[in-house]
């Protein structure tokens, strides 16, 4: 029976929440073949807290993010460049 | 060789690649001043082993293999670098999120974060418990969660500098998220809940 065998194959193919949340991070950084894309997304519509999980792992991006550009160009990084750049210029 | 031509290009490397080496060196090293001074020793290196680079790869990747090494050797000489039980510990807090079947936990089911998340990075209070939380990761996770966001580079670069395989990389930033994740919601999220 066809029937059966589909929805042996959807579970099969059905992540847990700990596979789910580590496709979340491969898809932004590796991305994603066919079967994970169709497992991510089937689980995704129905684990509310898996959709928890998606948003917050995209907010903490977002501030380590901000944060880094706020510290980009600091006092401390352009001392350090200062201080670099003059021992280098020491060497002979 | 140590030419005057040598000294102007290790000069441009110290303006394009010296903050985000040095952030790296202070996640793994969790000293600020350690890290200038490996950060300093990687560009005296490369000064002195220009003639090996030749231009044969990316600066800042090889740049970053220097650091790694020196790193390690900081790590040999304090022997302070055994994090081990840092590690051990934080993928104990992961595996106990999920149950045997790789589902949450009920108690690690964390309900939408409905603050403001653009006013919050004006709040002190909470960029203070952010630094808190990355503190508390153990130094290799703290460090790759810190590069990821560096620049516009792809992952292949960075696992490259950081010396791990793609596959480790991303199981790095899910556990890394994960616990950040736990950590924001106890000191910060929950605790204004209730």
Not at chain 2, 24 to 50: H, N, P
Not at chain 2, 83 to 88: A, T, V
Not at chain 2, 125 to 152: H, M, R, T
Request: hydrophobic share 35%.
């Amino acid at each position: 029976m066809p029937g059966i065998k589909l929805v042996w194959r959807t579970r099969k193919m059905m992540a847990s929440c700990k596979q789910a949340t580590e496709l979340i991070e491969k898809r932004e950084i590796a991305g994603l073949g066919i079967y994970e894309k169709v497992s991510l997304t089937y689980h995704l519509a129905i684990c509310k807290a898996c959709r928890a999980y998606q948003s917050q792992s995209r907010m903490i991006d977002d501030w380590i993010k901000s944060q880094q550009m706020e510290n980009k160009n600091s006092e401390e990084d352009k001392n350090l460049v200062r201080r670099i750049t003059d021992e280098i210029r020491k060497q002979q | 060789m140590n030419s005057i031509e040598t000294q102007d290009l290790v000069v441009s490397w110290v303006k394009l690649y010296s903050a985000d080496l040095h952030l790296w060196a202070k996640r793994k090293t969790r000293d600020r001043e350690a890290a200038e001074d490996l950060v300093q020793e990687t560009f005296i290196a490369a000064l002195k082993g220009a003639e090996k680079f030749e231009g044969r790869s990316n600066p800042r990747t090889w740049l970053f293999g220097i650091l790694n090494n020196k790193i390690n050797d900081h790590f040999r000489k304090s022997s302070a670098g055994n994090s081990r039980s840092k590690d051990s510990e934080s993928i104990g807090i992961i595996h106990s999120m999920f149950d045997e079947s790789g589902h949450w936990r009920k108690s690690e089911v964390i309900g939408n974060w409905d603050e403001n998340e653009s006013q919050l990075l004006d709040n002190d209070e909470f960029n203070a418990v952010l630094e808190a939380c990355l503190n508390k990761l153990p130094s290799q996770w703290g460090a790759s969660i810190q590069l990821k966001y560096l620049d516009e580079r792809n992952g292949e670069e960075i696992c490259q500098e950081l010396g791990i395989s793609p596959t480790n990389f991303w199981q790095i930033i899910h556990r890394a998220k994960l616990q950040l994740r736990k950590c924001l919601e106890s000191n910060w999220f929950g605790g204004l809940a209730k």
